[in-house]
């Protein structure tokens, strides 16, 4: 635990991957590393290019992992991790928990089969939990709400609170939705997606703008909006701009290796 500015600091987050949809040149794509006192590591979605960074700040045997929904850009690392804590000279010395939606071993376990048709059963390595809409888990001793939010697939943002009350929200992918404002509502950080900008043209229920991700932010009164998941062809300056236009508290874009303390 950590005093800074006069203020403990409890949860902290470093950015494994923040590229939208795909690796981008300067970044994997989805990935946050989540640390608290007496609490596992946890990291959040694990898409292409997290588990190399992952291994500058982590054992890669010790984390549990919590994954938004199955888009291959938020989960497609992890059979090298299965890799990892199955084949490594120290292997794991015990099962990790993974949260996900339903058919998070099918879905994984055949990303993680060399053969069609077959399931590579990771039970072995990790315990699979599924989350369900406006659940509670405690995980150490932080505690995790689970909110369905509004994507092609079944997807979930989530809400993490320390025991001083200190939150955390990650909104997963989401297009603009009042589940997403509910648990958003008064959170210190909230890490939100913002894959385009305003444009008319783009389709429903999918992502958010920039002047969404920040209309999002006022309407549940958060302190601060941290934007991730802006793909290569979007422009951050843009996505950033439209953001403060709707939002008075502090805004920045996340990047990669960038650590981040969640404090009342
Ligand atoms: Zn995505
Ligand atoms: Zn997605």
């Not at 795909?22 to 006192?37: E, I, M, R």
């Not at 920040?214 to 950033?240: C, F, N, Q, Y």
Request: glycine share 10%; charged share 20%.
């Amino acid at each position: 635990m950590n005093v800074e500015h006069g203020k403990l600091v409890c949860v902290r987050i470093t950015v494994l991957g923040c590229t939208g949809s795909v690796v981008g040149p300067d970044s994997p794509a989805s990935g946050y590393l989540v640390h608290a006192p007496d609490t596992p590591p946890l990291v959040i979605d694990f898409g292409p290019g997290v588990l190399g960074a992952l291994q500058r700040y982590a054992d890669p045997n010790d984390v549990h992992i919590l994954l938004s929904h199955l888009h291959a850009d938020h989960f497609l690392d992890l059979p090298g991790l299965f890799v990892w804590r199955r084949y490594h000279p120290s292997p794991a010395k015990k099962r990790g928990v993974m949260y996900g939606p339903a058919n998070t071993w099918a879905r994984l376990g055949a990303a993680s089969s060399p053969e069609g048709g077959e399931i590579d059963d990771f039970s072995d390595i990790f315990e699979i939990r599924h989350w369900a809409d406006k659940q509670s888990v405690q995980i150490g001793s932080l505690t995790v709400e689970s909110r369905l939010v509004c994507h092609p697939t079944e997807s979930y943002g989530m809400r993490i609170t320390d025991p001083s009350g200190a939150t955390l929200v990650y909104s997963g992918d989401t297009g603009y939705c009042d589940a997403l404002i509910e648990l958003a509502r008064g959170a210190d950080i909230f890490l939100c997606e913002a894959s385009w900008t305003h444009s008319p043209d783009r389709p429903p229920k999918l992502h958010l703008s920039g002047t969404e991700a920040g209309m999002a932010a006022a309407a549940a009164g958060v302190s601060e909006l941290l934007l991730t998941h802006i793909p290569p062809w979007t422009s951050r300056e843009d996505v950033i701009s439209e953001a403060k236009a709707e939002f008075d508290g502090p805004v920045h874009a996340v990047t990669c290796g960038e650590t981040i303390n969640v404090t009342r």
